[in-house]
């Protein structure tokens, strides 16, 4: 059976990667590395505890304000 997770993961990071909009200045847009910690992000929020999910953005939100 195929891991529905892994897809949506995988979807996630391509998603990232190929991005015309910069939602982050934390996250560079065409970054691999960027788009493998998010779909590595959204695999274990989804797989194991779905409120990494909103630890994340919380997180993203101040990185994003420490660059300002």
Known sequence: MVDKILIV????SIFI???TLDYYK????KNILAAAGVGVWTY???KYNIWFVIA????????????L
Do not use: C, T
């Open 17 to 19: 990667y190929n991005r």
């Open 26 to 29: 934390v996250l560079p847009r």
């Open 44 to 46: 274990v929020a989804f």
């Open 9 to 12: 993961s995988i979807i996630v």
């Open 56 to 67: 994340g953005l919380v997180f993203l939100n101040l990185l994003d304000r420490q660059m």
